[in-house]
């Protein structure tokens, strides 16, 4: 007998944090989330989680569509994520025009591909990642260090397990020259570490950026450019760059991914399940780019039902050269959900049935904004 998907609940939450989380245009000064249960008719459920970092109002809004828009939609709907995906992308496609709205809609989705593929495994009665076919040990980097205490957050880092580390650039370039050459000055000729401009340079000044910092080896530098500068600009750089570039986390749609792969520029390609296409996308953009020899490194900066998605799909889907992004910053909506053990660079996923990742919702009360 087939199950259906019997109820769709969602929980908007913002936990408070001491310091304000900056990149190159921004910064939280909270750590939202918004999380997805997807119960079925058999009583299986499953758990993800919605983009929602920015803009700072954005997850009550996200939280408001779900309920209003995609509860009805697929309730009563078969719940593998294959038919899920199809009805979604039928029947939201038009709406999301007609509001001026893709992104938030396509984050939607890929939050509700995720509690689909955590509900299909859990089921199953096995962990995720063994589910879609992969092993359990992941490489980790920490995440979003910068653009203060750099050297002090990077060596607490390290002393945690982790051997890979990501600094945000994009600020000015003495400030991104010097904190660079003094990471690798603390951590040393063997550490990789990568950079992130978040978007912050043009076509015209982001070779010299580039250029720049590459005396210190970074491993790639991630979002040079705006992610909508046509192709022809990313490839420019990309012949004029000594560093590997990276992006992917705001591409949206299975096509933009393909086109970014088979053009060549990238060397490491990043899709976000809870920005576009969930655990499926990112097998889907995996699979593209293993025909390419691109390697698959899937960003999250959030809670910890999209990190262990996250790092259940790369288990699966990624290389032995793959990284998974684990942010650096306090974010107790990370933290009590899917606690992490770090060893010498790696993560060693539960043998627990899915994902792993099951919101105590009481114990998270008094972060929650926005419940059923």
């Known amino acids: 007998m087939s199950t259906t998907i019997a109820r769709v609940e969602r929980w908007v939450l913002r936990a408070p944090i001491a310091n304000p989380v900056a990149n190159a245009f921004g910064a939280m000064t909270n750590r939202p989330a918004v999380f997805v249960r997807i119960t079925a008719s058999d009583g299986a459920w499953g758990w993800g989680e919605v983009f929602s970092n920015f803009p700072q109002v954005g997850a009550e809004h996200r939280g408001r569509l779900i309920e209003s828009i995609f509860a009805p939609l697929v309730t009563g709907c078969a719940d593998d994520p294959a038919t899920v995906r199809t009805l979604l992308e039928r029947r939201t496609r038009q709406m999301a025009i007609q509001c001026g709205e893709p992104g938030p809609f396509a984050q939607i989705s890929g939050g509700i591909d995720q509690a689909l593929w955590d509900m299909a495994a859990r089921r199953a009665g096995v962990p995720l990642w063994k589910f879609l076919g992969g092993g359990k040990r992941v490489r980790v980097y920490a995440s979003g260090i910068g653009p203060d205490d750099v050297v002090a957050i990077a060596e607490k880092k390290r002393g945690e397990g982790f051997r890979a580390f990501k600094l945000k650039v994009g600020f000015s370039p ?13 951590l040393g000729d063997a550490a990789i570490i990568m950079t992130d401009a978040n978007q912050a340079w043009t076509p015209a000044d982001a070779s010299e950026s580039i250029a720049a910092l590459a ?9 040079p450019l705006l992610a909508d500068e046509p192709p022809d600009a990313w490839s420019a750089l990309a012949a004029r760059s000594d560093v590997p570039l990276a992006a992917g986390e705001n591409l949206r749609g299975l096509l933009p ?17 809870g920005k576009w296409g969930g ?12 025909t390419r020899n691109v390697c698959v490194c899937p960003h999250w900066l959030a809670g910890g039902v999209g990190l262990a998605a996250s790092m259940h799909a790369i288990a699966a889907f990624g290389s032995a050269v793959s990284y998974a992004e684990v942010d650096a910053n306090p974010n107790p909506l990370r933290e009590e959900v899917f606690p992490l053990a770090i060893d010498d660079g790696n993560v060693v996923l539960s043998d627990a049935p899915g994902h792993g990742a099951e919101p105590d919702l009481r114990r998270l009360q008094p972060y929650v904004v926005m419940a059923p």
Do not use: C, K, T
Not at 260 to 273: H, K, M, N, S, T
Not at 279 to 290: M, Q, T
């Open 174 to 186: 003495e400030r991104d020259v010097a904190n660079l050459s003094s990471m690798r000055a603390a």
């Open 215 to 223: 005396p210190w080896h970074p491993h790639w530098v991630e979002e």
């Open 279 to 290: 655990i499926s996308g990112l097998r889907d953009v995996a699979a593209r780019a293993a």
């Open 257 to 273: 991914f393909e086109q970014a792969i088979d053009a060549g520029y990238l060397r490491f390609v990043q899709p976000d399940v």
